[in-house]
């Protein structure tokens, strides 16, 4: 949806931009490895031309669109929803402890710190939305409790719109960081979040047309769960039933995922979930 003051693709995807840039970052890939990388990659695009017969036309169109999502500041937008799973997966393969999934274009570290037992920070009048307690342990592989544990939690609100990447919403709005208790446990006051819509307005957008899908995320939670010592976690948790769950655009649900809270005596959902950290790589 794009209002007045709601966000639209051109402001979130060059926010997204921006702050993916203010980050700096490298990798130590071997020249060896990043040359065979290189070739594999030219070598697939290359050979989708030759098996589409692609024209010169088309090749125009195709570049016009990649300067499009430059420009529209959206390539954190289209390669975190399209690409991302497959380097999740690489990076799942060496884990033992709890899923991961993937960060998406929406993270900002440093979220206010808040203590085990909290609510999240939200506008007046409980963000108008059903409201959802969670609550968990962070432990070890072998159960062991992890005492100040980081558990930085970022979600869209119920119209699908993040703080930061939407103008409207105050800056640290449904973000936080929650350091756990001595036991490593926590409970976490916050809403229910909305199904995430990538917007329509834009390069990836069209593209989206194109192949004939559609632009939605199942609601969910976002948590980059950390400790000294440990491997920290980058993950996603859905809800169970909700729409999308099982047709997720960005390709980020497994079925660990997915959380089924249930009605408390107050009026509140609330559902337990807990985090086992592997050791350090
Ligand atoms: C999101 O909220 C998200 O989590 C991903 C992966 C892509 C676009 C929007
Ligand atoms: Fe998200």
């Not at 449904?174 to 917007?199: S, W």
């Not at 307005?201 to 969910?220: C, K, L, S, V, Y």
């Amino acid at each position: 949806m794009t209002t007045a003051e709601g966000p639209t693709a051109a402001k979130s995807g060059s926010a997204a931009t921006d702050k993916f840039k203010s980050e700096r970052v490298t990798a130590d890939t071997s020249p060896e490895r990043l040359a065979a990388i290189a070739k594999d990659a030219l070598d697939a695009l290359n050979e989708v031309i030759l098996k589409h017969e692609v024209s010169y036309p088309e090749y125009r169109v195709f570049k016009q669109w990649l300067i499009d999502v430059g420009e529209g500041g959206e390539w954190p937008l289209f390669l975190d929803v399209f690409v991302e799973h497959s380097v999740e997966e690489v990076l799942a393969r060496s884990r033992k402890g709890t899923k991961g999934s993937i960060e998406g274009p929406y993270y900002v570290p440093g979220a206010p710190e808040l203590p085990a037992r909290c609510t999240m920070p939200m506008r007046e009048e409980d963000e108008k939305a059903t409201p959802l307690v969670f609550s968990g342990q962070v432990t070890d592989l072998d159960g062991n409790g992890l005492g100040g544990a980081e558990i930085e939690l970022w979600h869209a609100d119920e119209q699908g719109y993040y703080s930061q990447f939407a103008p409207h919403l105050p800056e640290w709005n449904l973000r936080g960081t929650i350091i756990t208790d001595a036991e490593g446990r926590y409970e976490i006051t916050t809403i229910q979040p909305a199904p995430y819509k990538i917007p329509t307005d834009g390069p990836t957008g069209r593209f989206i047309e194109a192949q004939n899908g559609h632009p939605w995320r199942p609601a969910h939670l976002h948590l980059l769960v950390s400790h000294p010592g440990k491997a920290s976690i980058t993950t996603q948790l859905y809800f169970k039933g909700g729409e999308w769950v099982d047709d997720d655009v960005a390709s980020a649900t497994k079925p660990d995922l997915i959380l089924d809270p249930h009605k408390g005596e107050d009026g509140r959902n609330r559902v337990v979930y807990n985090f086992a950290l592997d050791p350090e790589d």
